[in-house]
């Protein structure tokens, strides 16, 4: 596995590195050309977003291109299962997203000191400094994102096993992952609302901004919930989620190793 990090981290580190930079040197445009604080912030953060959305389109184009393209044929000659392919693919992708969090997460500090009031600076610092809070929503977020793209590339593997050609594959993919995105939803707001148990962290923090903007309630179909300095986790849910990911990369990686014919 260890020539296939090495293949994808090298295949791609000049296109990230400049979507880094560009990203960058945008966060410093805005300090130095925008006037309005809530502007320069919110533009600040639809910047980082973009970054995420092209890691994500990346991500999953560099896939459907192994099994579709004539660089699949290179990459499957390689002695690896399946398994290690798609592990590949994941800790590829894991890296890079851990990366773009830490960029984002200083760039978007950066403008928040120069643009925002001294209130609503000391509101952010309260929701970020909560342990409970950043430690569930990383994991959260990692957990969906991964399950997400692993979801993805099951699509793109069902429909490359009954199609060969890539003309209407992609079409084909993204209806099979509405309907496989459809079920587990459905199937996990049924075990949520039928075994609302949650594992609860409170934190001070957050029970400084009890009855402000940041003080967030959901419905009880939710995996998580934060209300009253509470930060509440859906136990079933969590679990369902994390057999999702396990169930879609063992799918995924045993297809891939005995059903695609290249």
Not at 96 to 101: E, L
Request: proline residues 1%; hydrophobic residues 55%.
């Amino acid at each position: 596995m260890g020539k296939l990090l090495k293949y994808e981290f090298k295949g791609n580190f000049k296109l990230f590195f400049g979507v880094f930079i560009s990203a960058i040197l945008l966060c410093l445009a805005l300090l130095v050309g925008v006037d309005n604080g809530e502007l320069r912030f919110s533009l600040g953060i639809l910047i980082w977003f973009a970054v995420y959305v092209i890691l994500l389109i990346f991500s999953i184009s560099s896939f459907k291109n192994e099994l579709y393209e004539e660089r699949g044929y290179l990459t499957f000659t390689l002695p690896v299962s399946g398994r290690k392919f798609l592990a590949s693919k994941m800790i590829v992708a894991f890296v890079w997203f851990a990366f773009c969090y830490i960029l984002s997460i200083i760039s978007i500090d950066m403008i928040a000191k120069n643009s925002l009031s001294q209130n609503i600076l000391s509101l952010l610092k309260n929701l970020l400094y909560s342990k409970s809070f950043m430690i569930v929503s990383i994991f959260s977020s990692l957990l969906h994102i991964f399950t997400f793209i692993l979801m993805i590339y099951f699509s793109i593997t069902i429909t490359r096993i009954g199609l060969k050609s890539g003309k209407l594959s992609g079409f084909v993919a993204f209806i099979a992952f509405l309907i496989l995105n459809f079920i587990i939803i459905r199937l996990q707001m049924f075990i949520i609302n039928i075994s609302p148990y949650s594992l609860s962290f409170k934190s001070d923090s957050l029970q400084m901004l009890s009855g402000s903007v940041f003080s967030i309630s959901f419905n009880n179909n939710s995996l998580i919930s934060i209300s009253h300095g509470v930060v509440q986790l859906n136990i079933a849910g969590t679990i369902f989620s994390i057999l999702i990911f396990v169930g879609m990369f063992i799918a995924t990686s045993y297809l891939i190793e005995n059903k695609i014919d290249l």
